[in-house]
């Protein structure tokens, strides 16, 4: 399976909401301008994200999105499914024979137990040590 800029560029919009988590409404033009990407792509990623209950729109001149619960109750692998479709390393599993059919499961399983254990909150959490590491400096 490949995760396709639409399932990146979904998680760094939730990863975004998930750091302002509780600060109100954040656009997307913002979320667009510090990542360094496309507003017009983020707008047409968020509306499956919305509908699929995982943000909220709110209108208005200091409007913009938010998640709709606790960065720590949405994982990794609702975004991508929401995004990217069912998680599977390949397609027509049940085709194959039971030596390679065992082996996909096993990746299958793999990779949706870290998507369904790492969270919005995990992600941002991650993504804040980053930066502070980023200037500290070792002598």
Known sequence: M???T???YGLTIMIA???KYGDGPISLKSIARENQLSEHYLEQLIAPLRNAGLVKSVRGAYGGYMLT???AEITSGDV???LEGPISPVEGIEDEEPA???LWIRIRDAVKDVLDTTTLYDLAQHHEDDEHDAYMFYI
């Open 100 to 102: 390679k059919q065992a």
């Open 80 to 82: 991508i499914r929401v």
């Open 6 to 8: 639409k399932g990146r």
């Open 69 to 71: 619960r606790d960065p």
């Open 2 to 4: 490949k995760i396709s």
């Open 17 to 19: 909401l998930a750091k």
